[in-house]
């Protein structure tokens, strides 16, 4: 079975902190992602990798970063949390060709206050 | 931009009764379109997808309906019971761009 792991199940930090949330995948995926998830929103793209090293913007990349030095490992990285980004965080992975099922971990709710 | 509409955001069943959620999507690039259910304190897990070469697709009780002219697709589930109970979320995707419908939460009544 694929397995995407999410470092943290619940989170609370404060405003300004900078937060790392973390995801590694065991099935040797090259595509990693990051979304957010509010209701009503659905799930909202903020980064997705790939390949190792390589990043690209999704669609609310504002106020994030990323991190992929290895194939398996994914980092979301908040610089400097604010209250508007308390949410669910999904992290997902899917092999490399287009198009086709991705695996999400758990999920991460994060709450800053 | 591109986006995915879903319909209802509730729905609530009796058990044993059918239930169908429905989306419509703008963006004519895309060929394949997944549909995922999300359990409470869960991640969401593919239940059934589609491509764009095909109009029906059945796996037991769950059945995805594609109409690419009109631009929708639609997820039926029949005889519905107590464990079907989630959120479902609708997917298109293509040009390596997934856009997902906002969700569906499920209620089925025992």
């Known amino acids: 079975d694929v397995k995407v792991t999410q470092s943290s199940r619940y989170l609370v930090k404060r405003t300004g902190e900078k937060v790392f949330l973390e995801c590694v995948q065991d099935m040797d995926h090259e595509n990693m992602f990051w979304y957010r998830q509010d209701p009503g929103l659905g799930l909202r793209l903020i980064y997705f990798?790939?390949?190792?090293?390589?990043?690209e913007k999704g669609d609310i990349p504002e106020g994030y970063s990323v991190s992929r030095e290895k194939k398996e490992r994914f980092s979301l990285i908040l610089e400097s949390a604010s209250t508007n980004q308390t949410s669910m965080y999904l992290c997902?992975?899917?092999?490399?060709?287009?198009?086709?099922?991705?695996?999400f971990g758990q999920g991460t709710r994060l709450t800053v206050v | 931009g591109e986006n995915v509409e879903q319909h209802p955001s509730t729905l609530s069943v009796q058990e044993g009764d059918s239930a169908v959620i429905k989306c419509t999507y703008s963006?004519?690039?895309?060929?394949?379109f997944p549909w995922y259910k999300q359990e409470l304190g869960k991640g969401p897990q593919l239940i059934i997808d589609?491509?764009?070469?095909?109009g029906e697709k059945k796996d037991q009780r769950i059945a995805v309906t594609l109409n690419k002219t009109a631009k929708h697709f639609s997820l039926h589930i029949t005889e519905t019971q107590p464990e079907d109970s989630a959120v479902y979320f609708c997917a298109a995707s293509g040009s390596f761009k997934t856009i997902f419908g906002a969700g569906t939460r499920l209620f089925v009544k025992a």
């Open positions: 990798s790939y390949d190792v090293k390589m990043k």
């Open positions: 589609i491509r764009s070469n095909v």
């Open positions: 997902a992975s899917s092999p490399g060709h287009l198009n086709t099922e991705a695996f």
């Open positions: 963006d004519s690039a895309s060929n394949y």
